[in-house]
């Protein structure tokens, strides 16, 4: 009885078989394959409330400058040509003594909100009778503000030209217009540069289609692609390594050239040109399906890739007499 009972209990304490062992290996990977695609959902979800949130800061610090200068920011601010006073020096190669004809003075629609997003230290270092390249300029803008960027970008904490940090938001020049040259007719929320008939940036009664009408911020791409068709593995990437020598400046758009969206270009389409302009402020995120945008009101909302193009000619204009509202 005692032998007999010693086998049994022998029997028993006996490890899993080997078909055992392969069937439960099996149940668990596809429990794992099963939850993984709702942990990278809940990721995107955390990615893309985290982006809608810095979208809102945004926009209030836009209001804060309102409520402070009675005005909203300019876009973007260039050296003006002492050859030609109808021009900006961007690129035409006629600039003020002592400083570039090729870039802006450094100021723009992210340094400008600086105070109001809780960095006043960084924008009181800012010499503004400097070009954007010297220093203490350059420290500055080649910083990659929290809060000009989204999780959700694969290029992230970017600096080109070693003055120029990437921001993956922008304000709206609206459908008319580049965010460089000196274009009075833009009919977004900001001017594209510091034009001479809104030297301190549009006011509120300027926004005549209603600021709850009309989108002041907007995601984009941010930077040059390497491949310029959207979906492909080099337009994740930009076109030059960051640690190439002296890189040029049109490959990110961010904190001083390139701080505005080019409202012209559709959501999320693929973008065909690299050229200066085009690529780097598109309208454009990496959240499935579309991107998120605040309206002057500061109202956040996620705007579908599969919008009207004159649904979203109209929200982009603030001059247009529509009154447009967008349902998704």
């Known amino acids: 009885m005692k032998t007999g009972g010693k086998a049994l209990r022998n029997n028993r304490c006996g490890g899993f078989t080997l078909v055992e062992l392969l069937v439960v290996i099996a149940i668990i990977g596809l429990l794992i394959g099963l939850l993984l695609p709702a942990v990278q959902a809940a990721r995107e979800s955390a990615r893309r409330s985290t982006c809608a949130s810095k979208v809102k800061q945004l926009a209030l610090g836009c209001h804060l400058h309102v409520d402070a200068r009675r005005a909203f920011p300019v876009g973007q601010r260039q050296q003006l040509s002492t050859a030609n006073s109808l021009y900006f020096s961007c690129g035409d190669g006629n600039g003020p003594a002592g400083l570039s004809p090729w870039f802006s003075d450094a100021r723009s629609f992210i340094t400008v909100l600086l105070p109001f997003m809780e960095h006043t230290a960084e924008y009181s270092r800012l010499d503004f009778t400097k070009d954007a390249d010297d220093v203490p300029n350059r420290d500055v803008l080649k910083t990659h503000f929290a809060f000009a960027d989204c999780p959700t970008n694969p290029q992230r904490n970017k600096a080109y030209g070693g003055w120029n940090g990437m921001t993956h938001y ?159």
């Open 170 to 328: 922008g304000g709206s020049v609206g459908t008319v217009g580049n965010q460089c040259w000196r274009v009075p007719a833009q009919n977004g929320m900001f001017s594209g540069v510091n034009v001479a008939d809104k030297p301190g940036g549009f006011i509120p009664k300027d926004i005549t289609d209603g600021l709850n009408n009309t989108i002041m911020v907007c995601e984009k791409l941010g930077y040059t692609p390497l491949d310029p068709v959207s979906g492909s593995p080099g337009f994740r990437e930009c076109r030059l390594d960051p640690s190439t020598p002296n890189p040029p400046w049109w490959l990110v758009f961010g904190n001083n050239y390139g701080a505005t969206v080019r409202m012209d270009q559709r959501v999320n389409r693929a973008v065909v040109s690299t050229s200066v302009g085009t690529a780097p402020n598109t309208p454009y995120s990496f959240h499935p399906g579309g991107l998120h945008v605040a309206y002057g009101d500061g109202a956040v909302q996620f705007v579908n890739e599969t919008i009207a193009d004159n649904v979203w000619d109209a929200l982009s204009q603030r001059n247009d007499g529509s009154a447009v509202k967008y349902n998704p």
